[in-house]
Each structure stands twice: as C-alpha cells, then as structure tokens.
C-alpha cells in the first residue's frame, strides 16, 4: 500500500481559514460505507442519523494556546517554541524553530521576561527540552502570552481562541484540536441526548505525530508518535452499553476513534484505563469497537485519510473527496464535515 495511494487534488480555496459564526452551520457528506453511497446535509441533519441506544463518543481535551514567541537573551534574534508534552519540574517538550538559535544552554525572554525558558536537551527528532521559571501560576502565564497553534495551511489570524477548542474541552494537554468536535452546539448536544444517545466522554491530548506527514514510499513504514489517552468508568459503561445492547459506536473524529480502539480488547470491550498509544489505523485494520464516524476532511496522503480508509474502504473514500472537491465543500480544521455509517 503506497503512500500515493491516497492523493487527492485540492484546490487551495477550498482550505478554510476561519470557523463559521454558527458552528453547527458546516455542511455534512454522509458516505455509506457498504454502498459508497453519498448524500449531502447541514451538519444539524446528524440528528437524523443517531438512534436510541447509541453512544456518541467525543475527545474532550482542550487545547492550550501552546505557541509561545519570545527573543535569544542577549540578542534580539526571534525564536518561536511549540509547547508539545509536559514532563516534570516545569520541563516541556517543545518544537523550536529556529533550531540552531536553540542549543543547550539558551535562555529565551517571553513576554519582556514574564516567562523565561532555558533549552536543556535535545531530544528524538531535533525536539528540545526547555525548563521554564515564572511568577504565578503557568496556565495564567500561557494564557497570557500564548497563541493558539494553528496548522500551517491556515494563514489567517485567530481572533477569538475559544473556536479553537470544542465547547466541551475539559482537559489541557493538545497541541492541536480534535476538529471534527468543533461543529457541536450545547443545543445540538442535548437535543442528542434527548434522542436517548449516551455521550461519552474519552480524553486524548493531541499530538503533532497525528498530523505529521507521511514521508515513507510504503505506509506500513510510518511511525506514529505516542499521544496520552484517558478512559474513565463512566465512559467504559456507555461504550459497552452501546456495543452489548445492538446500539452503535459512533466516534466524533479520529482522536476519539484511536482512543476506544487503543483501550478495547480483542472482544471490543473496554474498561477504565489511561496509557500512551502509537495506534496507527490504515486499510486493513478490523475495527473492534468504532461503528460509524464524524469526522473532517484530511490532509492527501496524511494518516488520517489512510483511517477513514480503513472504515469505510479507500475507493469510497476517494470517491467521496473528489465528490466534495467538486461540490466545493470547506476542507481541513476550521472546514465541513463527514459522517460514515
């Protein structure tokens, strides 16, 4: 299985820039995945798809505004850190660029010296350990001087930070949003719940290895990065629920997918657990727990396509994105969405 194999041309146009005021106002491409079968909604129309019994599962991580811009002490030379994992003592993996500004030793001003960090290490894949010293509480600091880290192929400013996060983000930890959960409305949640769907709540904090491309020829050569995933009793409950009683599993975007998949046993049951998972889903995988799938439109050749792929067969798939290309939906984070049943 090539890499190729899951090209698709997109025109730049169709890369959305910024969310919609109404966030339940995208468009929805239903794609069977038996049939290949394609039909075309208002996201509001998912209601209609969702029956009593099932259980709709979301990533209720939050996004911290995790791309800090600051200056070399001693110079004025610019340098921009991505705040990726926390690790103890005020210690962070970060992505740093300019790399080469930020050897062992250099200590970096942010915010005219609120917050300080000093680079410590450097680790896998050029990533730097950086420690940081301040005053007050980090997340206040963060808030402060931190921007929201957008994916690159979106150009234009955020103004507001909140539409970046899902209105049910709980817990800080992602460097990147679960965008297929950026759609739903309190209102659209509870008119769910009132259809008798059980909501449950997983949380999987967002790495940048979901969105790195795909460099290798052959796609079973990648290698995905760890991501920490949490899966409470409550939410184990409402999943097996679902998948014991003839309801459906219905994940509102990959990360929630990879979570349930990552923490199901060969049965598909799942129980309370948390851990690290490198889960990589492509054509080929059964899938143990997840029925149907909410997600966004994906990046070609990224590891997410190749995961819709896996669900609901790579032909369908391409044939659904051409289909959206041409009828100019809105693509990537801040664009419409995909259901797959």
């Keep these: 299985m090539k890499r190729q194999d899951f090209y698709y041309d997109l025109p730049e146009e169709l ?24 039909s075309h909604h208002v996201f509001t129309d998912v209601l209609d798809y969702l029956k009593e019994g099932d259980c709709l599962v979301i990533n209720d991580t939050k996004v911290i505004p995790a791309r800090l811009i600051g200056s070399k002490v001693g110079t004025d030379a610019k340098i921009e850190i991505l705040l990726l994992k926390r690790k103890e003592n005020n ?3 970060t992505l740093v660029k300019p790399g080469k500004k930020a050897k062992p030793g250099t200590k970096i001003s942010f915010g005219e010296g609120l917050l300080i960090g000093e680079v410590i290490d450097v680790v896998e894949e050029g990533n730097r350990l950086v420690q940081f010293t301040y005053d007050g ?55 769910i719940q009132k259809k008798g769907v059980d909501i449950a709540r997983v949380t999987l904090h967002v790495g940048l290895g979901t969105f790195r491309p795909v460099k290798v020829e052959e796609v079973t050569d990648h290698h ?73 439109f994906h990046l070609p050749e990224s590891t997410l396509i190749m995961l819709v792929s896996a669900l609901a067969g790579r032909e369908n798939v391409m044939a659904a994105y051409e289909e959206a290309v041409k009828e100019r939906y809105r693509f990537f984070s801040f664009g419409d969405a995909m259901l797959i049943i």
Excluded at 173 to 183: D, F, N, R
Excluded at 231 to 237: F, N, Q, R, T, Y
């Design 137 to 191: 509480i980090f997340e206040e600091v963060l808030d402060q001087l931190g921007q929201m880290p957008l994916p690159p192929y979106i150009t234009h400013q955020l103004k507001d930070k909140s539409r970046y996060n899902t209105v049910y983000a709980t817990h800080d930890g992602s460097a990147a949003a679960p965008t297929a959960g950026l759609h739903f409305t309190p209102q659209l949640l509870e008119d």
């Design 224 to 296: 995905m990065h760890s991501e920490f995933y949490q899966v409470s009793e409550d939410a184990a409950e409402k999943i097996n629920r679902a998948h014991d009683g003839g309801g459906r599993v219905i994940c509102v975007g990959t990360t929630s997918c990879r979570t349930i998949e990552s923490a199901a046993d060969e049965a598909g049951h799942l129980k309370a657990c948390s851990g690290w998972t490198e889960i990589f889903i492509y054509p080929g995988y059964q899938f143990k727990v997840l029925d149907c799938l909410i997600t966004n």
């Design 15 to 38: 890369i959305a820039q910024d969310p919609l005021q109404d966030r339940s106002g995208s468009r929805l491409l239903v794609l069977d995945k038996k049939s290949g079968e394609i």
């Design 91 to 93: 210690v962070w993996e």
